[in-house]
Structure formats: C-alpha cells, structure tokens
C-alpha cells in the first residue's frame, strides 16, 4: 500500500528536478537566515546561485554532530523563535543533547512521512496500533503517535517501561502493530513468557522496529517469538525522527522519502560520493524543513543504495540496513569492529541468546575484547566440558568473523541488563580519546 | 540406585552461591549433598535435595538454570578403603569410567553414601549390585 501515490512513485527524472529545485530554495534560504550556513559556505567561496544542477550538491560542505553540539541549543534554526511549536532531544552520550526544532509546518511534513511509514509497513485506520517508542524528548513516540492518527488508526500511547502492563493492555485490547525498538520487543516476549503469555497468539500482526542497529537473525527471531512480520525503519532527530526511510512489503532495502530528504553516501575518510551499490556513510540534505534544515549531514551509518525501481511500484531510492557506525566502529588492535557482526556470529549458534555485552579493556598496551553472553537451559546439561566447548565454539567463530582473538565469557540469564530504550552493547574502558 | 541430581550453572563470583541457597531455603528444600566444580568464569553446583521438582521450580523461577541429571548412588561402609573396595575399584575393573563423584555420610548409620556420575549408567549399576549381593 503507498500513502501519497505522486510523490512515491514519480519518475527518477521528475524527482530529480523535484529535489533541485527545493535545493536551491534551502541553500537560499540557510544562507539568509542561519550565520553557520552562510560562513560556511562564504569560506568555500559559495553563494546559493552556484547551485544550478543537481551535481552542484557536492561543492557544499558537510555538517556534522558537533556543528549541532557547537550551536547547542537552537543555533542551528532558520526561523524565528515565535514559528517554532515543537522541540525534541536526542540523547548525547557525552556532554548536552542535540536539541532539534519544528514548526508547524514541518510537523505536518513529519505526521506526512510517517504516515506513508506505516502504510508501507501495511498499517491502515481499520488497525490498533501499541506504540512503546518512548514518548518525550525523544522522537519516537510522537512521531509515530502523530503518523498513526494521520492514517486514522487507533493509537495506544503506551511510550516505554511499565512492561507487564504492556502485555496485558496489547492483548484487551486488541493491538495488532507494534512500535518500539527491536530489543524492546524481545524483552516484551521474554516477559510475556514469565507471565504465561504466548504473544504469539495474540493479535499483532506487524511490528515497525527501529531506533538501534539490529540484524536479519534478530529479525527472524521477533517475528518467532511474537508471531508478527518485522519492518525495518530508519530515521533520525537531525533529519526529522522516524520517517526517513523504511521497508515496504518486498522487505528489500529502506525506501527513502526523497522529495523531503535528499540522501548521498559518501566515503567516510575522504567525503568523495560513491556510486549506487557502494557502501559507506550516508549523508542527508533535507529538502523541506522549515525550522531545523540540515546540509549534507553526515549521520555516521553505513549502508549503500540502490536507485532500481522496486516491486512495490515505488521510485524512490533504497538504502541496505545499516551494517554499522563510522563512530560506533571499535578499533581494538588495530582492526575495526561493528558490534552487529558479534551479534551475527551469537545468533548462529544453537541455544545462543541475543543478549550480549562487549567489553574493550586495554591491559597495559594490548587491547582486549571480551563477549558476554547468557547460558540458557537450552545449552546447559550439567557439565563444564560443555560449556567449555560452546565457549571455544563461540570463540572460534568471532574470530573468523572479527579477524582478531575475543574472550568469551559465560554469565547468568537475565544478567545483562535489558534496554527499554536503546541496547547499550559496547563498554569501552580504554581510555583512548583522553589526555 | 538411582538418584536425581540438580545442578546449577553459576557465575564464579562471591554472592552467587549465597543466593542460589538463599532461594532453597525459601522454598524450604533440604541440602543432601553439594558439590561446586568450576571453571575460570564459572561454576556448575551439584546437589542432591530433599524435594527435587521443588528445587527446580523455585531455582527457575529465580531466573538460574538448572537441570536435572540422573547419577549413581550408592551406599558403602563408612571405613578405610570402603570407596576404593566398594566403588572404584570394581567399577574401573568393569571398565566403567567415573566422571565425577562426592560423598556424604548419613548419621547416626555407619554408611556413607556416594554419588557418581558414570559414562555408562547401567552397566555401573549391575556391577555395583552385584557387588552388594556377593
């Protein structure tokens, strides 16, 4: 199903000169209204008039989350304080969060985006959707709220937490998609379980994940466990939220709503573009937003993309699920790993939970990456051989994934915390970035 | 005879096996015997309880894993040279190899019992009864 049939399936050439002619009105527009925009481009020797193709995009400089972290909180905005009625917040690790504004008119491009999101995904107004995305600062919650109320289904505001509550109300009352992020509806399951609840027989159907990284293992097992089909999503604060890309029924990459976001993916050492099939950093000019508009915003995720028309009758481009962070990316002695590759490697081991913690320690000069994973009674029968060999065997196959040595630590069920938000997989005690 | 054991998979940290018996003894189950083996991260606790499937519900529903395994029991004089005369030597004539074992006594008797995890259950059955019967 597709939500806004002429801008989803316009020709590539219509799109194209779309997505000109709304590049040129932003640059004009950054330019005369945010300081930022218009040094930067001054210092490249740049005025709004040398945009007059659509390779003419690549003369503009990068921004990046420090630009963000730099202009915190609303340096970054192109209107006046009185437009803005929306304000949202990404969780900074380290430091301020990044503050992201909206007018009314984006909202209603947000509301828009998402809901030909959850068309894709199969959603209509006949549908109960249980949206978990936690509602607050983060985007989530209300960008999923506002896209389902915009199709005209039922929204459960649920937002995080409270999980045994969660169950309860998604079986009254019927929900049939679930929103919220990927570990989440494993825990939802894991918990249901211990309440004697199989979700598997309760009425969801769908499930739209997001938010954190995942794999197509993780994938299969939510869809085992809750007996739903799984939708991949991809967004982000800087760009707009939830809304930017997602899977439609082919599942075969994230289509991407490029009349409102215009996407690249770039080499992530040297910023040069690379070519349609070619993996590396992707990076987002949004067209139309009216508080907050971004140019050629390096979101750190690594995928490729794919310009061929799709099954669904959608033109717009597809981005592969994101394999990786260029930040996230850990570098232990010398050889860079993604977190998703060690997820790969526990899921394809029998009775092996996808319930990991990596930690990264430096022991004098040498790195040392260590795995926790949980022993469940699918792989335990009383003896430490066993255990033994399932570590070796554990150990074996990260290192012919990784290309280096991890160590493999066995810990008890349920002892790594589970995430009602964002999985927190990687624990680097190397004090590489201080003084 | 046979017996069933539990045993438990535990993180080889302090605290861990002060809870696994906190949670017995909520569930008011006897200890029989215990027995901790452990690797460097690990360590697998064995017991032999007064209510197994009591044992085993309370310790899963705590969130451990637990198993049950069916192992050896057998009784010997509580004497010098009563486990090598009673046990391990008839067993390794027999070809029977001993995986593990530990022993209790049960007072005021003057056996004690031991139990033993064999590679092959039946044939360290026959021998040992035969033992007891000549």
């Known amino acids: ?435 | 005879m046979r017996d069933t054991q539990l045993s438990v998979f535990l993180e080889n940290r302090p605290g861990r096996l002060a809870h696994l018996l906190q949670v017995l003894s909520a569930a008011q189950v006897n200890l029989r015997a215990l027995s901790v083996a452990d690797s460097a991260d690990f360590g697998v606790v064995r017991l032999i309880v007064s209510d197994t499937q009591a044992a085993l519900r309370a310790l899963q529903e705590a969130g451990l894993v637990a198993v049950t395994t069916t192992v050896l029991r057998a009784e010997i004089p509580d004497v010098p040279g009563g486990m090598l005369h009673g046990i391990v030597e008839p067993l390794a004539e027999a070809g029977v190899n001993i995986e593990y074992t530990y022993a209790y006594s049960e007072r005021p008797s003057e056996r004690a019992v031991v139990v033993l995890k064999v590679d092959d259950l039946e044939k360290a059955e026959k021998v040992l009864e035969q033992r007891a019967g000549g």
């Open chain 1, 1 to 435: 199903m597709i939500w806004d049939v002429p801008h989803e399936t316009m020709s590539r050439a219509d799109l194209q000169a779309l997505q000109l002619q709304r590049l040129q009105a932003q640059v004009a527009r950054v330019y005369e209204k945010v300081p930022f925009y218009r040094q930067k481009l001054m210092e490249q020797g740049l005025t709004p008039q040398a945009i007059r193709s659509y390779e003419d995009l690549y003369k503009l400089p990068f921004t990046y989350k420090r630009d963000f972290r730099d202009n915190y909180p609303l340096g970054l905005t192109a209107v006046p304080k009185e437009q803005i009625v929306r304000l949202h917040a990404s969780s900074g690790t380290t430091g301020k969060p990044t503050v992201v504004a909206y007018t009314a008119g984006d909202i209603d491009t947000w509301s828009e985006v998402m809901a030909r999101t959850l068309t894709a995904a199969g959603v209509t107004k006949h549908d109960v959707v249980h949206n978990a995305y936690g509602y607050g600062l983060f985007t989530g919650g209300l960008g999923f709220h506002y896209g389902a109320e915009r199709v005209g289904a039922m929204v459960i505001p649920m937002s995080g937490g409270a999980t045994k509550r969660q169950i309860m109300l998604l079986q009254d009352l019927g929900s049939t998609v679930l929103c919220c992020t990927p570990s989440y509806a494993l825990f939802l399951a894991e918990t249901a379980l211990e309440m004697g609840v199989d979700l598997r027989e309760s009425s969801l159907r769908v499930g739209i994940f997001g938010a954190e990284p995942w794999t197509q293992r993780m994938r299969a097992e939510i869809e085992s466990k809750l007996g739903l089909k799984a939708i991949d999503i991809y967004g982000l604060s800087e760009v707009i939220g939830p809304g930017v890309s997602v899977e439609c029924e082919y599942q075969a990459g994230l289509h991407i709503f490029e009349d409102h976001f215009l996407a690249e993916v770039v080499d992530p050492a040297t910023g040069e573009p690379l070519p349609y099939g070619t993996r590396g950093e992707l990076v987002f000019t949004t067209l139309t937003k009216e508080a907050l508009p971004v140019i050629r915003y390096r979101t750190g995720d690594i995928t490729s993309l794919n310009a061929e028309p799709c099954a669904c009758g959608r033109t717009l481009v597809r981005m592969e699920k994101i394999s990786g962070r260029t930040d996230d990316m850990l570098i232990v002695r010398g050889i860079n790993v993604f977190p998703s590759q060690i997820e790969t490697v526990l899921l394809q081991v029998e009775g092996v939970q996808p319930h990991y913690q990596i930690i990264v320690d430096r022991q004098r000069t040498l790195d040392d990456l260590e795995v926790w994973v949980e022993v469940s009674e699918e792989v335990f029968a009383d003896d430490i051989r066993g255990l033994q060999a399932l570590e070796g065997r554990i150990r074996d196959e990260l290192r012919n994934m990784l290309g280096i040595a991890a160590r493999v630590k066995l810990v008890e069920p349920k002892s790594i915390q589970r995430s009602e938000g964002k999985a927190k997989r990687v624990i680097d005690r190397r004090e590489v970035y201080g003084s």
